[in-house]
């Protein structure tokens, strides 16, 4: 559903200090509600197809999925019709991925993080796969709604390491899921209530390894609404603390409701 009435965004993405080309893709489609953040990964420059790919597929198959669906219920599993779209979205996109890394040589095992977020019915439906992170701000209260797929998470899930020490692991960039790696890749789905005045930010772990959620917290609050300062200022910081990998940020500010809007019968009977 259009919500560009109700939310506003900003993007950025940024190569970082040490690499020469960026391998981050974002995109953002308020008319149907749609942020896209993928991180790709593997060969030279294939993480940066893998992840334009993502990108690109994504958005043209929900938008057709979304724009053509005259009649929105809920799956039988109850989760929204925008779930079921994403997941036949990812779907076709790690297939396309996964051919092409086995078909072209150059590409081979290239594959990318991704973090989708879509907007419907005062909703959020959150899809990930990899470390790439939503999280939401709602008041002065940052909550990551994301878990990492990774080695290192998994080791805290476990026992074997605190989050502190995770944050200095050698390995700590090692994805346990990606998008386009295996013929079939599982997408975490989850659904959130939205407010008024939350603000939701998407990241690569070019910016989440190197700021953490205290600072993240602290500049969203200094940009007072100021979105657009708000991503300069976190991939600034995020160049400032080493800028090791590319860095790349979607931010959406929830300023109105957004409720789905009744059919013209819904409307006659309601009155």
């Not at 390894?209 to 995020?238: C, P």
Request: hydrophobic share 40%.
């Amino acid at each position: 559903m259009d919500v560009s009435k109700a939310i506003k965004v900003a993007r950025l993405t940024d190569v970082g200090m040490h690499r020469d080309h960026n391998e981050d893709a974002v995109a953002s489609d308020l008319s149907v509600g749609l942020l896209i953040l993928a991180d790709g990964m593997g060969g030279y420059k294939a993480g940066e197809v893998a992840s334009e790919i993502a990108v690109l597929m994504i958005a043209a198959e929900m938008t057709e999925a979304m724009q053509t669906q005259s009649v929105l219920k809920r799956t039988e599993s109850n989760l929204m019709p925008e779930s079921k779209f994403l997941i036949e979205a990812v779907r076709k996109t790690n297939a396309a991925i996964y051919q092409i890394s086995k078909h072209q040589l150059q590409c081979a095992g290239m594959g990318t993080t991704l973090v989708v977020g879509i907007f419907a019915n005062n909703k959020l439906t959150v899809g990930h796969i990899g470390d790439s992170r939503m999280y939401c701000l709602r008041g002065d209260v940052l909550t990551q709604l994301t878990v990492d797929h990774s080695l290192v998470q998994e080791q805290i899930n476990e026992g074997l390491i605190t989050p502190a020490q995770a944050k200095h692991a050698s390995h700590k960039n090692l994805v346990t899921r990606a998008l386009g790696i295996d013929p079939h890749v599982e997408l975490e789905l989850k659904e959130h209530d939205v407010e008024v005045g939350d603000i939701y930010l998407m990241c690569s772990d070019g910016l989440s390894d190197l700021v953490d959620d205290a600072e993240i917290t602290k500049i969203l609050l200094e940009a007072d609404g100021n979105i657009t300062l708000a991503a300069k200022k976190l991939v600034q910081t995020a160049n400032e603390s080493g800028g090791s990998d590319n860095i790349s940020v979607v931010i959406a500010a929830v300023e109105e409701p957004y409720p789905t809007e009744k059919g013209w019968v819904k409307n006659l009977l309601g009155r």
